[in-house]
């Protein structure tokens, strides 16, 4: 199943300020962040951030059975909710740092929780999936498609591997819909956000480069335009927090 490496993904526009040039540096930075990485997202996201996993789950509706791919999944947060509802789940990343911490989490609920569901673990990059043509019934990628170096490539890619008929759901940082909440939020995010996580974390170089590669990421409508034109069908979206942060939705039409 597998091919492909870990660095070999297509340049893009300039969506992602200092990172955008080099995949390995993204990676390595994510390997850096992977021990703190959850607690700093819970702190960050005010506790929201269960609820945008719950709403994932609700959007791509998964099966009992059905076979998911999770891209860019780094510790499995976004993927364990998935198999909890007794899907196949498998969670692909290419920062090993950020799967060995899945690999602890996993392993942590196989020894005993009530999650009915089962995740896999694969190194692999986004832009050069590992996996066949049509190999899953449904997709999804939270907060990792902006990290990507060409998330039109990314797209393009997960497109590949669903199947026809399959499902996307995209779940990113968007564009707050109110003009006084993008104003709040604006500056939480170039002035505590990257104070709160350096302090949590002990670094505080990468949340610089989140709240710019947040900053720089398109609107819900233009996302979904970038959907679109990567040849998805019924591409909609919802907003979450206000559009803090969006789900997008989309179909893989043509026959199975
Ligand atoms: C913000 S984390 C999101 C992790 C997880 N999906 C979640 O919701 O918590 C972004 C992840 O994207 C991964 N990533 C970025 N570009 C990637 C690529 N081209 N291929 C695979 N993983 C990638 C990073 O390694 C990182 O683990």
Redesign the pocket.
């Known amino acids: 199943m597998l091919r492909g490496g870990r660095h070999n993904?297509a340049m893009a526009g300039s969506l992602i300020a200092d990172l955008d040039r080099d995949?390995a540096a993204?990676?390595d930075m994510?390997d850096a962040v992977a021990p703190r990485y959850d607690i700093v997202?819970d702190c960050l996201s005010l506790g929201q951030a269960r609820t945008w996993r719950a709403a994932v789950v609700r959007a791509l509706a998964p099966r009992p059975g059905e076979l998911l791919l999770?891209?860019?999944?780094?510790?499995a947060?976004?993927s364990l909710p998935l198999a909890a509802t007794g899907a196949r789940v498998i969670a692909?990343?290419?920062?090993q740092g950020?799967l060995a911490h899945a690999r602890i989490r996993v392993g942590r609920i196989a020894d005993g929780s009530d999650q009915s569901g089962s995740v896999q673990l694969i190194a692999?990059?986004?832009?050069a999936l590992p996996f066949a043509d049509h190999a899953f019934d449904a997709v999804t990628i939270?907060?990792?498609l902006r990290?990507?170096v060409n998330p039109a490539a990314?797209l393009t890619e997960l497109r590949r591997v669903t199947r026809p008929g399959g499902r996307l759901v995209v779940c990113e940082f968007a564009t707050p819909v109110r003009p006084l909440l993008r104003t709040v939020y604006r500056e939480y995010l170039m002035g505590v956000l990257p104070a709160v996580a350096g302090a949590v974390s002990g670094r505080s170089q990468p949340y610089g480069y989140l709240a710019r590669s947040i900053r720089e990421w398109p609107s819900q409508s233009e996302l979904a335009d970038k959907i679109r034109a990567t040849g998805w069908d019924a591409v909609a979206w919802r907003n979450l927090s206000g559009g803090i942060v969006a789900l997008h939705r989309a179909c893989r039409g043509g026959v199975r």
């Open positions: 993904g995949p993204v990676a994510f997202n999770d891209a860019a999944a780094g510790t947060t976004s692909c990343d290419f920062s950020m692999g990059d986004t832009l939270s907060f990792g990290n990507t990314a």
